[in-house]
């Protein structure tokens, strides 16, 4: 009857050190799993980060290039005719401030085929984003020649620094 009891005491000790076991294994290896998934999605969530900064390198403008009379050149615009303004202050993007966009405004006399021009180049290079083109919707000035009808155009214009987003 000893033998017995001895034998039932070590078999429910067991089965209770078995199962507290069991339980914290599979607590273990829930966690595993769990940082597994994390390390897998920072590896995602870094290759995406690299495919970002390079859209970013390929589309956007380096610092620097952002300025009013840099851009008139690019555009062939300048005081005669159409006016570049930068319009309000540029919005950065992320804590590392890398990325920042400005908004921009063209406003002048022109004609058609000129503001089509700009539109052009404006598309081609990068950075510029044109949200708004308005030809002829405010009246010209009364010493302006009847061929000019006044152009408005607005954009955005993304601008990266290349020190900070290599």
Not at 113 to 133: D, H, N, W
Request: charged share 25%; with cysteine.
């Amino acid at each position: 009857m000893i033998r017995f009891a001895i034998g039932l005491t070590l078999l429910v000790c067991s089965i209770l050190i078995g199962g507290y076991m069991f339980w914290d294994n599979t607590g273990k290896i829930e966690r595993a799993r769990y940082e597994l998934e994390d390390t897998y999605s920072r590896q995602d969530d870094a290759g995406k980060l690299q495919q970002r900064i390079r859209t970013a390198r390929r589309t956007a403008m380096v610092a620097g290039d952002d300025q009013k009379f840099t851009i008139e050149r690019l555009l062939d615009i300048g005081a005669p005719g159409l006016e570049w303004r930068f319009v309000g202050t540029p919005r950065q993007y992320g804590s590392t401030r890398a990325l920042y966009r400005h908004t921009f405004r063209i406003v002048g006399p022109t004609t058609y085929a000129e503001s089509q021009e700009v539109m052009r180049k404006l598309v081609t290079l990068p950075g510029f984003v044109p949200y708004k083109y308005c030809f002829a919707c405010t009246v010209a000035p009364k010493d302006t020649p009847p061929e000019l009808q006044m152009v408005q155009i607005e954009g955005y214009l993304y601008v990266y620094d290349p020190n900070t987003l290599y």
